[in-house]
């Protein structure tokens, strides 16, 4: 069945809430012929009286009151989905990032990020699992590892190379010249990134390493590089500061590419998707000036 025309409709309720066409008018910011044509419209088209004069006053008859009770539910219902996707496409971009990412690379941008891309709702979820993007309150996360995800949107930020870094105080007391010179050094451990798979890549066996410090901690791992205590095996990206600011440096030239890397993930059904794809392209320009 085809519905009057929602300006119709809209009409009628107006005019019965009010009593008064000239109201209803004023409302609706049209004439009082206007509103009188719809309501005459709208009697032809369902073949019934909806309104009579009394007086000064226009009276809704008993349909008349009945149809204009039932738009102004419709309405209150429609007001509240527009609200409800409002508020939705305008709260906070929430943005999940692993620990290291976060301390690493992002804090070092956070105030150019907001500058450059006028976002001024940015929340940052510090946290090292894979959040659930729709039901985890996530509109972004900067996820660490090869993809794709299912169900989400994805681009690749930083490619992964790995390389030993350490401190220039350590370097100077342990000279290293090549691969071979790290057997003979403390080595610190990530447990999620073995030694072996860069003695590998670079040539060599992967040898039985001694006892050592082992982190489960990125940042951690890279403090007590820093701090002296042994060479590292670095991830590009989250070693960058520590060297420019010549807290680590790299004792060997060359770098081993990996298959992971760091990626921009988001839901291309979030209704915030038109902010998050201003973040997307901020990102993956920073990260291409890497």
């Known amino acids: 069945m085809r519905l009057p025309p929602f300006t119709t409709l809209t009409a009628l309720e107006a005019a019965a809430r009010h009593r008064s066409y000239s109201r209803a008018a004023d409302e609706l910011f049209v004439t009082h012929g206007a509103v009188s044509q719809q309501i005459r419209k709208l009697e032809d088209e369902l073949g019934v009286r909806l309104f009579l004069r009394q007086g000064n006053r226009m009276e809704p008859t008993a349909t008349g009151a009945a ?25 906070p971009i929430v943005l999940s990032t692993g620990a290291a990412f976060a301390t690493r690379w992002l804090v070092t941008r956070l105030a150019r990020l907001s500058a450059e891309t006028g976002e001024p709702d940015l929340t940052v979820r510090v946290e090292d ?15 660490f590892g090869v993809g794709p995800w299912p169900g989400a949107e994805s681009v690749r930020l930083l490619s992964e190379r790995l390389f030993p870094v350490c401190s220039p105080g350590f370097l100077a007391r342990h000279p290293v010249n090549r691969p071979e010179d790290l057997l003979s050094v403390p080595l610190l451990r990530h ?12 040539g060599l066996p992967a040898p039985n390493l001694p006892p050592s410090l082992g982190f489960d901690d990125t940042s951690m791992m890279l403090d007590a590089a ?12 989250l070693s960058e500061r520590d060297i420019r600011d010549g807290r680590l440096v790299r004792p060997l030239p060359g770098a081993v590419d990996v298959e992971t890397g760091h990626h921009f993930v988001w839901r291309a059904d979030n209704p915030k998707a038109s902010r ?12 291409a000036a890497d």
């Open 129 to 143: 699992r894979v959040s659930d993007l729709s039901t985890d309150g996530v509109d972004v996360a900067l996820r």
């Open 276 to 287: 998050i794809l201003k973040l997307r392209d901020w990102f993956v320009s920073e990260t």
């Open 226 to 237: 820093a701090q002296g205590l042994g060479v590292a095996l670095a991830r590009s990206g």
């Open 191 to 202: 447990t999620a990134l073995p030694w072996s798979a860069w003695f590998s890549a670079v």
């Open 67 to 91: 149809l204009a009770a039932s738009v102004t539910e419709a309405l209150a219902t429609l007001r509240h989905g527009v609200e409800a996707a409002r508020n939705a496409a305008c709260g």
